[in-house]
């Protein structure tokens, strides 16, 4: 399988416990993202990595909320002592190096995150 | 705050007619834009993708795109009910960033 893959599919946690998910991107990609998506919304822009720098992250983002990119390849969001709130579907994409013939985005499957 | 905006339906059409989804966006420095369709639990996929004024058609799918209007529209022609999903507009100038969406049901 050579698309974007997250895990876990499901999560369901309390409230003030911390939660981490994890995207692996197509392997050529070197661009990768985060979103967060409610119901009747779209995907929510979280934070943006090109190979293992954070180049962008969102102003509305909690500091709770971290993500990781260690070697450039897979990566991880980490959310901390989390709320109510922050039960929505975490997407991950990644996209090639810019300047590539095509610049879009592909999506994973996506981490739906329940917090009771 | 840069927007995007989409109509969020529901637009209802039958089955074999034009469907038209409808995008504007403030940003004057986006240079990409993009159409994904959504079904009900699943991730967005993409549809078109279009960067230069004008119109660009791919099967059954068109993309128009006026920067100076700010505006971006898909068409889908012959719809058939499986075309029925939620259409999210997204725009890159740096960052991507998407619109609500708009549900398209498509009835036989």
């Known amino acids: 399988d050579t698309g974007v893959s997250q895990n876990p599919r499901h999560k369901i946690t309390k409230r003030g416990q911390n939660v981490t998910f994890r995207c692996d991107p197509i392997s050529e990609h070197n661009r990768l993202y985060w979103y967060r998506q409610t119901l009747g919304q779209g995907p929510e822009f979280l934070t943006y990595f090109q190979n293992e720098a954070q180049l962008e992250k969102s102003r509305l983002l909690s500091d709770r909320f971290s993500a990781e990119r260690p070697k450039g390849s897979f990566s991880t969001l980490e959310i901390q002592r989390t709320e109510q709130g922050d039960s929505a579907m975490y997407l991950c994409a990644s996209s090639p190096p810019a300047g590539s013939s095509y610049n879009e985005q592909f999506f994973g499957p996506g981490t739906r995150l329940t917090v009771l | 705050q840069k927007e995007v905006e989409q109509n969020s339906g529901p637009l209802s059409v039958p089955e074999g007619a034009i469907a038209s989804l409808n995008c504007t966006y403030s940003?004057?420095?986006?240079?990409?834009f993009f159409w994904y369709r959504q079904y009900s639990g699943k991730s967005p996929e993409l549809i078109m993708f279009?960067?230069?004024?004008g119109d660009k058609e791919d099967g059954r799918f068109t993309a128009q795109l006026n920067k100076a209007s700010q505006y971006v529209s898909l068409l889908i022609r012959d719809s058939q009910p499986s075309d029925s999903a939620t259409y999210l507009c997204?725009?890159?100038?740096?960052?991507?960033?998407f619109g609500a969406g708009t549900r398209l049901t498509v009835k036989p």
């Open positions: 279009i960067y230069s004024n």
């Open positions: 997204a725009v890159r100038e740096g960052e991507v960033r």
């Open positions: 940003d004057r420095g986006s240079q990409s």
